[in-house]
């Protein structure tokens, strides 16, 4: 997740509506809310990378070969072809999994990586409702794209696009340049 300032409203007026330590807020500059709309479960399907390839192809060939002690160099390279002959889970897309609780905390997991965070939305006077979520701890394990990355204190702000299972996070206030589109998981 990568850190983006789209919204008219200011980064530091978002963010100092977030409580601390389930401190209350005596006054917000902005109306914010936890919206139960976006509540629940949510999965984002990542287009895969030379990387996440990469490291598909090195677990691969580790699992088929069962020697994690070779470099990269010194393993066989495998195909395309053979890639896709590889158990579903490998061949899967990189899958992150959003978790948006109704008391304005969220949690995510992608690969070995989780976060953990808090979120708010907020409707401005024209255009798509904001969403800004801030990032308080990640584990700083590797994700499911190759990528290890702290994102701890990192803030996300984007235009949030829903409508019943399907959530879109946008760079503009009508919704047209969409960079993230999230699936809900249904139980």
């Not at 629940?40 to 020697?67: C, F, H, S, Y």
């Not at 969220?106 to 800004?132: F, N, Q």
Request: glycine fraction near 4%; include cysteine.
């Amino acid at each position: 997740m990568e850190p983006l300032s789209v919204a008219s409203v200011t980064l530091a007026s978002i963010l100092a509506s977030l409580p601390a330590n389930n401190e209350q807020i005596s006054h917000s500059n902005i109306t914010t809310h936890i919206s139960p709309a976006i509540a629940g479960q949510w999965v984002l399907d990542l287009p895969r990378t030379q990387k996440m390839m990469d490291v598909i192809q090195d677990n691969a060939t580790e699992e088929m070969t069962g020697d994690s002690g070779t470099s990269v160099s010194e393993r066989r390279r495998y195909s395309t072809s053979e890639l896709t002959a590889l158990p579903m889970n490998a061949q899967n897309q990189c899958k992150e999994l959003y978790n948006f609780a109704a008391d304005n905390e969220m949690w995510s997991v992608s690969g070995k990586e989780w976060t953990y965070g808090r979120y708010l939305v907020t409707h401005p006077d024209e255009g798509l409702p904001i969403i800004a979520i801030q990032t308080i701890h990640d584990n700083n394990e590797m994700d499911c794209s190759g990528n290890q990355i702290d994102q701890s204190g990192e803030a996300v702000i984007a235009y949030l696009k829903h409508d019943n299972n399907q959530m879109q996070w946008c760079a503009d206030a009508d919704g047209v340049d969409c960079f993230m589109h999230f699936e809900r998981v249904l139980p």
